[in-house]
């Protein structure tokens, strides 16, 4: 079914964003975005978060054949098996938790938290990825150099989601609150919480804060397009510390 609601653009070479209308519990929007990479050696890397219409299928069959689909963390794991059966030969990467939640009929080709810490799985050429292990949702952070663009599920937020609900007849502003974003008090309190163990939070915020990115796309609200860095350390200063 055709969904008017998706907003597809490229938001830097070879980065294509795949933006709708999401809301959680159905009364928080959030928004959702899917992310897809169209890597070196013309396949295409798709962080797989939204649903796949024909919109979306119809831009990533132009950019190339899909050879990867990545869920990035433990609850963004709904839309794998459309994106797993329209593009049967592409590698399924996901990690431990999102595996232990998804469809059981699916076959995972990596499993971050399972495999090995050094596994590669054949898009680092163009993508290097970080497991955060101490982070509640286990996410996977991910990092296109070519871009400068890091891209993320839950571990950073920029709402309210104004792209997301742009062809609909909301703002996508957040009752009472309007704005949670990477520098606020609240998304400050939200990092801290959902780390489980600090050590190997700080570990892996320092290895991102390394990263040399501008940009971030976050699956929930808009696309952070300068300044991303900052966005980063503002949000999880508090791992910045020395311990």
């Known amino acids: 079914m055709s969904d008017k609601f998706t907003v597809i653009r490229e938001v830097a070479t070879s980065v294509w964003t795949f933006s709708r209308p999401f809301a959680r519990y159905g009364l ?7 992310t897809a990479v169209k890597l070196s050696n013309g396949g295409v890397w798709v962080l797989a978060s939204t649903p796949l219409n024909p919109e979306t299928r119809q831009k990533l069959d132009e950019l190339g054949p ?3 689909i990545i869920s990035a963390d433990a609850v963004h794991h709904l839309f794998l098996g459309e994106f797993k ?3 049967p030969t592409a590698k399924l990467i996901a990690p431990a938790a999102a595996v232990e939640r998804a469809d059981k009929s699916l076959t995972f080709d990596g499993v971050w938290g399972r495999d090995a810490p050094d596994t590669k799985y054949g898009f680092e050429d163009d993508i290097e990825a970080c497991y955060f292990s101490g982070f509640k949702n286990k996410d996977v952070a991910f990092f296109h150099a070519a871009s400068g663009t890091m891209i993320e599920a839950d571990l950073l937020f920029n709402l309210p989601c104004t792209e997301q609900y742009s062809k609909t007849n909301s703002s996508g502003a957040i009752p009472f609150f309007g704005s949670i974003g990477p520098s606020s ?14 050590a190997a939070m700080r570990r892996d915020v320092k290895t991102v804060a390394n990263w040399n990115f501008t940009r971030i796309i976050p699956c929930h609200g808009d696309v952070i397009e300068t300044g991303g860095k900052q966005a980063w350390l503002e949000a999880y200063k508090e791992y910045m510390d020395p311990a």
């Open 66 to 68: 899909v050879q990867y």
């Open 28 to 34: 928080v929007p959030v928004g959702g975005r899917s």
């Open 185 to 198: 008090w609240l998304h400050q309190k939200l990092s801290s919480s959902m780390g489980e163990d600090k």
């Open 85 to 87: 059966t329209a593009y």
